[in-house]
C-alpha cells in the first residue's frame, strides 16, 4: 500500500472555525491532490500540488486554500468553515503525469461542519 | 470539460454472477486513460483497472475486465465469480488533462454494487 497518511480520520467542528486537514506521504511522489466526495458526485478535485510550493486549483477550490512546505506534508485550509464543506475529504499522490503510474489515496478524513 | 457518467446508482447480485457496470466518458480528446477504483464500506479506494485509449486490447486483471468501445465513449467493468469481498462503490474515472504535470482525474458519480450470498 502506498504510504498516505491522511490526520485527522474524523472531526467535528462548528460553522465559521478554521480547519486543517494534512496529508503525509513517505513515498516522495511529486504529486499531490486533494478531493472531496460528496453523495450524486463521486470525487472533485480541490487542490492539486506539483512539487514543493507549486500548488494551483482544482474543480471546487472556493473556500479552500493549501499549502506544501516539503514534499511529504500537503495541507488543506478551511478558512472559515461551513456547513456545504461537510464531506470526506480524501488526499491522493502520483509519481508523474503517467496514467500507468496512476493517483494512489489516502483513506479519507470524514469532517462535518454544524 | 470533460465528464464522465454512471448511469447505475446501485446493483445487486448473487455471490458467483457475473456482473457489469457501465460508465460512459465525454470528450474530443484521442489518447487518455480510464480506471475503475473500488471503495469498500471501509472507505478505501482501491484501484482496480486500468485503460489506455491507444491501446486496443481489453485490460484484464484476474477476475475483472473491461469492455472498452473508443468510438462509443463507453468503457463498462465486468466481474466475473463475484464475491462477497467485491461488495463496494465503484468509480469510473477519465483522465487525459495534465496540469503541470499533475494528473486531473474527473470522477463519476458511483455505482453501489452489492454481492449476497
Known amino acids: 500500500d502506498a504510504g498516505i497518511t491522511q490526520s485527522p480520520r474524523h472531526k467535528v467542528t462548528e460553522t465559521g472555525t478554521p480547519v486543517t486537514l494534512r496529508c503525509h506521504q513517505t513515498?516522495?511522489?511529486?504529486?499531490m491532490y486533494w478531493y472531496r466526495q460528496d453523495p450524486g458526485h463521486g470525487l472533485r478535485l480541490i487542490h492539486y500540488?506539483?512539487?514543493?510550493?507549486?500548488?494551483d486549483k482544482g474543480e471546487v477550490s472556493d473556500g479552500y486554500s493549501v499549502s506544501r512546505s516539503k514534499t511529504e506534508d500537503f495541507l488543506l485550509t478551511l478558512e472559515s468553515a461551513t456547513s456545504s464543506q461537510t464531506s470526506v475529504y480524501f488526499c491522493?499522490?502520483?509519481?508523474?503525469?503517467?496514467?500507468?503510474?496512476?493517483?494512489?489515496f489516502g483513506d479519507g478524513t470524514r469532517l462535518s461542519i454544524l | 470539460a470533460q465528464t464522465v457518467t454512471q448511469s447505475q446508482p446501485e446493483m445487486s447480485v448473487q455471490e458467483a454472477e457475473t456482473v457489469t457496470l457501465s460508465c460512459t466518458y465525454d470528450?474530443?480528446?484521442?489518447?487518455?486513460?480510464l480506471f475503475w477504483y473500488k471503495q469498500p464500506p471501509s472507505r478505501q479506494m482501491i484501484l482496480v483497472i486500468r485503460?489506455?485509449?491507444?491501446?486496443?486490447q481489453n485490460a484484464t486483471e484476474n477476475r475483472f475486465s473491461v469492455n472498452f468501445q473508443k468510438a462509443a465513449k463507453s468503457f463498462s467493468l465486468k466481474i466475473s465469480d463475484s464475491q462477497l469481498g467485491d461488495t463496494a462503490m465503484y468509480f469510473c474515472?477519465?483522465?487525459?488533462?495534465?496540469?503541470?504535470?499533475?494528473?486531473?482525474?474527473?470522477f463519476g458519480q458511483g455505482t453501489r454494487l452489492t454481492i449476497n450470498p
Open positions: 513515498e516522495n511522489h511529486r504529486y
Open positions: 485503460q489506455e485509449a491507444y491501446k486496443q
Open positions: 474515472a477519465f483522465m487525459n488533462d495534465i496540469i503541470q504535470g499533475a494528473q486531473k482525474l474527473v
Open positions: 500540488s506539483y512539487g514543493v510550493k507549486d500548488t
Open positions: 491522493a499522490i502520483s509519481e508523474s503525469w503517467d496514467g500507468n503510474q496512476p493517483q494512489h
Open positions: 470528450t474530443s480528446e484521442n489518447n487518455y486513460y
